[in-house]
């Protein structure tokens, strides 16, 4: 019997349910839930085989955003100084 991409990806979604990981995708780095994925290849999106993707846990995005959203307010607090000695 002939393992499809359909069957690999399925596999590879369980397991990802089962560890409580996330898959990323190695080109464009988007993040899903099992369960995004799911949806999303049920509306014909994302069929990508397993090769394309990698399992991760959710903690590693969550450390990428929260570094995000730091260097974002040092850009905010930096354009808000910046206001205020124009207005001065």
Do not use: H
């Not at 397991?15 to 780095?29: F, M, P, T």
């Amino acid at each position: 019997m002939e393992i499809t991409t359909v069957d690999q990806m399925d596999r590879m979604i369980q397991e990802a349910k089962e560890r409580g990981l996330w898959l990323v995708s190695n080109y464009q780095q988007i993040w899903f839930s099992p369960r995004q994925l799911q949806v999303a290849r049920a509306k014909g999106k994302f069929l990508w085989g397993p090769e394309n993707w990698t399992l991760k846990p959710a903690s590693d995005k969550i450390a990428q955003l929260k570094r995000e959203q730091a260097c974002l307010e040092s850009e905010i607090a930096d354009i808000m100084r910046e206001i205020g000695r124009r207005d001065s």
